[in-house]
């Protein structure tokens, strides 16, 4: 019994030895090559063609692991793209398209029409909600972390906002219930950037009160590049922070950054720190250790080898080369080796193959495709065959849209239409008036690469049906709209083209509403007795003076579904 008291004695003395009132927080250093002056270089800030296109950032997302890698429907609908004349409104570069964009797409485009680097809207993911590096245990947890991505809208001393509430927001903007539009973090960064007074471009920094202090109230001035302003820190993680700390804006870029986020500990720190990590050498810069031969080319955080040929034709500073310690070497991920540039035809030298490099891929070229887009044999670069193994690999180059293909084997007639094949039936061809003459022959292998999209459609004003269905359509604007018999009749549908097609290939248009009585028409339906009047495209409720001043005409009777059906 004695020794049970004594082990509780001594697990007290321990718990007593570890108490909150003596235990201490782990601190690190702060990097001396931090200058809190200025955060990242004016031309880094502004350069959108870091990675060149959203293939490039998706790619990055990969190689770090992040969760914004994911491209399911699922995930994409936790992004909360919003409708198409929400996303006109926000000047949004890609306001049509009918599906979901990636993260990747979204964070491309924002940057593209704001003029903002990607990479900066990266870190800033990283630094506010660590959505390129960070693991989220629960749906919940991560969905909060994409609602407030950039921590946009989310002020220091307020609750945030809650119109900014999702990532396309946080990045494009929104608006509010009265329908004021309001700026998103890339172009709210891009206008402090930029900002002018009096035609002199001054930079937008914190707004300070009459002491230079961003914390200060009442505010009485916005800062701007020159000026040395106080800023407020967080306490803790860093050893020597101080609780304020003077800043002077060195540049336009680092005036927005500290208006964006009004602290140096650990805000911009941290943005400088995952800058200076991932992005610290601008893409093109060439790295090598000391001790070893080969040689790398930074691209947008990672290290890529690369081959005399590439060196030459990309112009890397090989007599500029950085020298890095292992530890640095080792800190980029290393790629596959640099290709040579997009455009370029490339063949290995002990195999037959012509590629065309596009998307920083080797893109295989079939023979008639060689041939359709005019590429010349004098134009190919013969490469060792290593070299060309290395580069990666993507599909065959498609042929041109409008192009008629099949395979060698088997039957099916496509067009290519928007980088899709569209299978052709029988009747659809022949209503288009295609001719086998035009019709090029590819291996089935390279078909079967080529994605595939809906059927080919009928050309304007033809009216389709199926082989089992009496239902007549009339296709107008790649949409199908169901005619009645008294429509048929009245709009003289049964002297266009009619033609039958399959019910896979009708049920693959789009329905629209029901092709309408002509304008002018007089309708009522069979179980009412409103009266309609049909003015562009579109029933009209006539009233009974409306009724008496048209002279009572006699109204089309129809089936009341058929009425209720029209808009």
Known sequence: MSQVIKKIIGIGLLFLLVSPANFVLAQTSIDPLFNPNLLIPDEAFGDVGTF???????????????????????????????????????????????????????????GRKWGLNPQVILVLLQKEQSLITGTFFSDSDLQRALDRAVGFGCPDYEGCGDIFVGFYRQLFGSFDPAGNRWLGAAASLMKSFRTEVGG???????????????FGRPVVRTSRVGDTIILDNTNGGFFGVAGQQSVTLGNFATAALYRYTPHVFNGNYNFWRFYSSWFKYPNGTVIQHPGILTQYVVDNGTKRPFSAFVAQQRKFKVDNVILVSQTELDSYLTEKPMPPLDGTLIMGD???????????????????VFVQRKFSFANVIT????????????????PFDGTLIKGQIDPTVYMIDGGLKRPISFEIFKIR????????????????????????TPPNLVAIKTAND?????????????????????????????IVISDQELASIPTGTPFPPRDGSIIKGDASTAIYKMENGLKRLLTAEEYRRLGYPKPSVLAQTEVDSYQ
């Open 470 to 498: 009496p239902t007549i359509y009339w296709f107008r604007d790649n949409i199908k709209r169901q005619v009645s018999a008294f429509v048929y009749k009245q709009r003289g549908v049964a002297y266009f083209p009619q």
């Open 200 to 214: 002199v471009r001054v930079g937008r920094g914190p707004m300070v009160d009459s002491a230079s202090r961003s």
């Open 52 to 110: 060149g296109s959203s293939a490039g950032i998706q790619k990055f997302l990969e190689l770090k692991g992040s969760v914004l890698s994911n491209t399911t429907p699922e995930f994409l609908f936790k992004l909360k793209e919003p409708d198409t004349l929400t996303k006109v409104g926000l000047e949004d570069l890609q306001p049509n398209l009918t599906r979901l964009r990636s993260a990747a797409e979204l964070i491309y485009d924002a």
């Open 350 to 368: 002990s195999e037959g193959t012509v590629y065309l490099v596009q998307d920083s891929v080797k893109l295989p070229i079939s023979y008639p």
């Open 433 to 456: 008036k295609l001719s086998f003459a035009k019709l090029m022959i590819l291996s089935d292998a390279e078909v079967l690469t080529i994605p595939l999209g809906p059927f080919l």
């Open 383 to 398: 490469l060792p065959q290593a070299e060309i193994a290395s580069y990666g690999q993507g599909t065959y180059v498609p």
